[in-house]
C-alpha cells in the first residue's frame, strides 16, 4: 500500500520514488510503501531529522482526496499555500493522500512509532474515525520508537467533510484557515476515546457518537449517498424506515446489573454532542468529561421524527416522553430476540451488529485544540 508523502520546508526539493518529494533542506529517508501491520517498522527514518536541539515539528497530514466527492482534495491543493507561509518556517508539512479504506490507520501508526509531533486529518468523520483507530494497535496505544521520548504525538483536524460532527462538539467552523492557526499555536487537549469490543474479540475506537438500531442503520444507507452532501442523512433515514420494527434490548451499564429496555429505536453512545449532519443527538456529551452520555430512544415512530426532528437537531429531545439519558463508563447492549441484525455504527461507520460493549478510555489521546 503506497504512501505519498510531501514535506515542505526550506529551499527545494528532489523527487523520491513512489510520487514522494522531500525538501533538500530535511536530511529524511523516505519509504515509498507501508507495509500493513503489525509490522510497520522495516525503515525507522520516514520522520527523523537532525539533532533534537534544531529539530523542526514534523506534522503528517492525513488527506482523503476523494472525501466529500472530492471536494476535499481540490479544497486542500488551495489550502497548501498558505499552509507553508503559516507553519513552513517552523515545521516539516508532511502530506499523505489516503489511497483507500484503512489506509489512513496505517499511516497514522507509522507516524506515531516514528515520532511525529502531530497528525492532522483533512476532511470528514470518516478519516477522523481512520486516524483516531490508528492511534492504537492490538488493544494498546501505538508508540514512539524512541522510548526517552517526552512528548505524545497529537491528533489535529482540519475539517473538510461531509459531516465534520466531531468539530462541532468544539464549535469550530468548517473554516481550514481557522483549523491551521489552532495547529500553529499548538495548544493540547487530553480527550477521551470510546472502545467498542464484541464476539471477535477486535476492540474498535471512536470519538464522536456510537449507535445502535434505526439511526445506525439509517447512517449505513447513507454511505451510499454522500454524493448529495448532507442529504444523503434524509436519504437514509426514509431507507432505513422501511421495514423498520421497534426491538426489546437488554443492557449492562458500568458492570452492573441486566435491565430491559423495550420497544428501543435507537440507542446512541456520545463521547461528544453531535452526529448525522448536525443533530445534536447527546447534547451533555463532552469528549474530556470521562464519561458518555447514552442516549435511549423507545417506541418512536416515522411521524415521531417529523415531529420532533427540530428538538433532535437543536438537543432538547431529552424533555420529549420516551427518551431518556444517562451518564455512564460503559455500557453492554444485547439484543433479546437474537435476531443478529441490530445495525451498530461509530463515528458514521459500520461495524456490524449487536451484541457490543462501549467503554471510555479517558484522556486517551491528546489533541490539538
Known sequence: MGINLIAFGGGGGIAVGGGVRVSMATPWAVRAELPKAPDLCADRSILRSGSSSSRRRDLVFVVNPSGANGRT????????PYLRSRLGADCNICESLTSGPSHAIDITREAIREGADAVIVVGGDGTLHEVVNGFFWAGKPVTNYDRDATRSTALGLIPLGTGSDFARSFGWKNDPCEAIDRIAKGRRSWIDVGVISGEDGEPHYFVNVADIHLSAKAGYHASSFKRFGNLCYVIGSLKAFVGHRNQDLKIKVNEGEWEVYSQVTALCVGNAKYFGGGMKITPNADPRSGNFEVVILQDFRWYDFVLKLHKL??????????VSSRSVHSIEVEDISGSGNIYVQSDGEHLGFLPRKFSILPSA????C
Open 365 to 368: 489521546v491528546e489533541m490539538i
Open 73 to 80: 482534495g481540490n479544497e486542500w491543493k488551495k489550502l497548501l
Open 313 to 322: 437537531y437543536n438537543g432538547t429531545h431529552l424533555t420529549v416522553k420516551n
